[in-house]
């Protein structure tokens, strides 16, 4: 005779089938949310540089490139926010279907139910933080550098009737007319400035086309019924005097072919970006910031020195030379007479000479010290950067935690799946986070706030909240349903009504 199974082993069954059951609800969310958080910002992204990308000959595995490596720098911000609004979703849709009531009469509690969720967006913060260090910098060098080079790229030659283009170098287009449909130009005037003579070849013709090789290193016009003038210079025997014989071509089809100059998409070197605080890792980042910091440090140092030997201990026969009978009186006199008494005796022209020291010496310290503070300005300026992204390795990661928290109970309080409530709340809270995130940051660019205290406020912010969350999510606490305030500002009416 089998014997019946334990309470425990039955326990054991219903909470790994309810693990499950859990992963799979946010799991499925999660990957939605983030391809459309990542197809979000990568829409953002080309909104931005729309103006950058557009006419300029790029081909489709340079775009493809592009947006592979953008979408990658993405992947920090948008995990955040999808595993937001997937916890919202899944613990929301549990609520709305009564499946949280249904276990937490089994005797599950919401911790329980949360376990397997929270282990793996535990995974989800480590893999982000390995992202951020290792990969992030990688991707963030190769989307710069690619990006550099198509802005500065030239773009295609776009020609506007009635208006000279000197797109080209060397040469001065004109057109009278465009159709837009065949791309047939009318009235053609081309001047000629390759050889830096001046308008010494002019072609003029009826119509054409001008058109971009395969290669995109050339332009090729081809011409219809028109003339090509040409000034000759020959230099006559007499040196002062020049003639300038002509030739005039006819034609009625010719072609001309232009050699490109900076057309295409010519790459920089990727070593000038590397010093770039956001193309760099953790250890790289502290090696930097070590540098910087030592630096800061030796030139305080310098300064000190400097001002106290320049100035402060400056010797004393700068301003006032003593006579052979002041040589003897002791060190401690000299330093306690009395100064106006001492230039008051000199005559007028010593007295200028002194006066006119002092304010160069005066004025001399007074920039020094300028351009000694500006340079320490921008020193520490150039550390805070370091500082804000090594912290910000940390804290992007561990938003996503700190998100779930947030998220997982309030969508078992709000009790509302779907894409409708969670988006909402979602938004609201991922900008809040952001919005003191930058906040922080701008106030420790600024040096207002340490950099320790600028990035992490917004996580000092939000952690108490999310527990907040989680201790009322766990009590079955009603605070976001709103018929709970509705029947209590009816009550507060009717009070203030039998009260009257």
Same mark, same amino acid.
């Given at each position: 005779?089998?014997?019946?199974?334990?309470?425990?082993?039955?326990?054991?069954?219903? #909470?790994?089938?309810?693990?499950?059951?859990?992963?799979?609800?946010?799991?499925?969310?999660?990957?939605?949310?983030?391809?459309?958080?990542?197809?979000?910002?990568?829409?953002?992204?080309?909104?931005?540089?729309?103006?950058?990308?557009?006419?300029?000959?790029?081909?489709?595995?340079?775009?493809?490139?592009?947006?592979?490596?953008?979408?990658?720098?993405?992947?920090?911000?948008?995990?955040?926010?999808? #595993?937001?609004?997937?916890?919202?979703?899944?613990?929301?849709?549990?609520?709305?279907?009564?499946?949280?009531?249904?276990?937490?009469?089994?005797?599950?509690?919401?911790?329980?139910?949360?376990?397997?969720?929270?282990?793996?967006?535990?995974? +989800?913060?480590?893999?982000?933080?390995?992202?951020?260090?290792?990969?992030?910098?990688?991707?963030?060098?190769?989307?710069?550098?690619?990006?550099?080079? +198509?802005?500065?790229?030239?773009?295609?030659?776009?020609?506007?009737?009635?208006?000279?283009?000197?797109?080209?170098?060397?040469?001065?287009?004109?057109?009278?007319?465009?159709?837009?449909?065949?791309?047939?130009?009318?009235?053609?005037?081309?001047?000629?400035?390759?050889?830096?003579?001046?308008?010494?070849?002019?072609?003029?013709?009826?119509?054409?086309?001008?058109?971009?090789?395969?290669?995109?290193?050339?332009?090729?016009?081809?011409?219809?019924?028109?003339?090509?003038?040409?000034?000759?210079?020959?230099?006559?025997?007499?040196?002062?005097?020049?003639?300038?014989?002509?030739?005039?071509?006819?034609?009625?089809?010719?072609?001309?072919?232009?050699?490109?100059?900076?057309?295409?998409?010519?790459?920089?070197?990727?070593?000038?970006?590397?010093?770039?605080?956001?193309?760099?890792?953790?250890?790289?980042?502290?090696?930097?910031?070590?540098?910087?910091?030592?630096?800061?440090?030796?030139?305080?140092?310098?300064?000190?020195?400097?001002?106290?030997?320049?100035?402060?201990?400056?010797?004393?026969?700068?301003?006032?030379?003593?006579?052979?009978?002041?040589?003897?009186?002791p060190e401690k006199n000299i330093l306690s007479f009395n100064l106006d008494t001492a230039?008051?005796?000199?005559?007028?022209?010593?007295?200028?000479?002194?006066?006119?020291?002092? +304010?160069?010496?005066?004025?001399?310290?007074?920039?020094?010290?300028?351009?000694?503070?500006?340079?320490?300005?921008?020193?520490?300026?150039?550390?805070?950067?370091?500082?804000?992204?090594?912290?910000?390795?940390?804290?992007?990661?561990?938003?996503?935690?700190?998100?779930?928290?947030?998220?997982?109970?309030?969508?078992?309080?709000?009790?509302?799946?779907?894409?409708?409530?969670? #988006?909402?709340?979602?938004?609201?809270?991922?900008?809040?986070?952001?919005? +003191?995130?930058?906040?922080?940051?701008?106030?420790?660019?600024?040096?207002?706030?340490?950099?320790?205290?600028?990035?992490? #406020?917004?996580?000092?912010?939000?952690?108490?909240?999310?527990?907040?969350?989680?201790?009322?999510?766990?009590?079955?606490?009603?605070?976001?349903?709103?018929?709970?305030?509705?029947?209590?500002?009816?009550?507060?009416?009717?009070?203030?009504?039998?009260?009257?």
């Amino acid at each position: 005779m089998t014997p019946f199974p334990s309470i425990g082993a039955n326990m054991f069954l219903r #909470v790994k089938k309810l693990h499950k059951l859990i992963l799979q609800s946010f799991l499925g969310p999660f990957v939605l949310t983030f391809v459309i958080v990542v197809f979000v910002l990568l829409m953002q992204f080309l909104w931005k540089y729309i103006d950058d990308l557009v006419g300029k000959g790029l081909d489709t595995h340079v775009i493809a490139e592009l947006l592979m490596y953008t979408s990658a720098s993405l992947v920090p911000m948008a995990l955040p926010l999808a #595993v937001l609004l997937a916890s919202i979703m899944c613990f929301g849709n549990l609520g709305e279907h009564n499946e949280l009531l249904a276990f937490k009469s089994a005797g599950i509690s919401l911790q329980t139910i949360m376990s397997p969720v929270i282990v793996m967006v535990g995974l +989800i913060t480590i893999g982000a933080f390995l992202f951020n260090n290792n990969v992030l910098p990688f991707t963030n060098l190769k989307m710069r550098s690619l990006l550099y080079d +198509i802005q500065k790229q030239n773009p295609e030659l776009q020609i506007k009737p009635g208006l000279f283009d000197n797109t080209i170098e060397g040469y001065s287009i004109r057109v009278e007319d465009k159709d837009s449909r065949t791309s047939l130009l009318k009235g053609i005037q081309i001047y000629d400035h390759s050889e830096h003579l001046g308008n010494i070849v002019v072609t003029i013709a009826d119509s054409g086309y001008i058109r971009m090789t395969s290669d995109e290193r050339h332009l090729l016009f081809t011409l219809y019924n028109g003339y090509t003038y040409t000034e000759m210079q020959k230099k006559s025997r007499n040196k002062r005097q020049k003639t300038y014989p002509a030739r005039r071509d006819k034609f009625e089809v010719q072609e001309m072919l232009v050699q490109l100059v900076d057309f295409g998409l010519q790459r920089t070197d990727e070593n000038l970006f590397k010093s770039s605080y956001q193309m760099m890792n953790l250890s790289q980042l502290k090696n930097v910031t070590d540098s910087l910091i030592n630096e800061i440090l030796a030139n305080q140092v310098e300064l000190k020195t400097v001002i106290n030997t320049t100035s402060y201990y400056k010797n004393k026969t700068f301003l006032y030379k003593p006579e052979k009978s002041d040589t003897l009186i002791p060190e401690k006199n000299i330093l306690s007479f009395n100064l106006d008494t001492a230039i008051l005796a000199q005559n007028r022209e010593e007295q200028i000479r002194i006066l006119t020291q002092a +304010i160069g010496s005066v004025r001399n310290t007074t920039n020094f010290l300028n351009n000694s503070y500006i340079t320490q300005d921008n020193k520490v300026r150039r550390l805070r950067k370091y500082q804000i992204e090594t912290h910000r390795k940390y804290t992007l990661s561990l938003a996503c935690m700190l998100f779930f928290f947030i998220g997982a109970p309030l969508g078992a309080i709000i009790r509302k799946g779907g894409l409708g409530m969670p #988006v909402v709340i979602s938004v609201l809270f991922f900008i809040i986070y952001y919005i +003191i995130s930058l906040t922080g940051e701008k106030f420790s660019r600024e040096s207002v706030l340490s950099p320790f205290t600028g990035m992490w #406020v917004s996580t000092f912010i939000l952690v108490p909240l999310g527990a907040f969350l989680t201790y009322k999510a766990s009590k079955d606490s009603i605070i976001m349903n709103t018929e709970t305030y509705l029947n209590f500002f009816k009550k507060l009416f009717k009070i203030k009504q039998t009260a009257e």
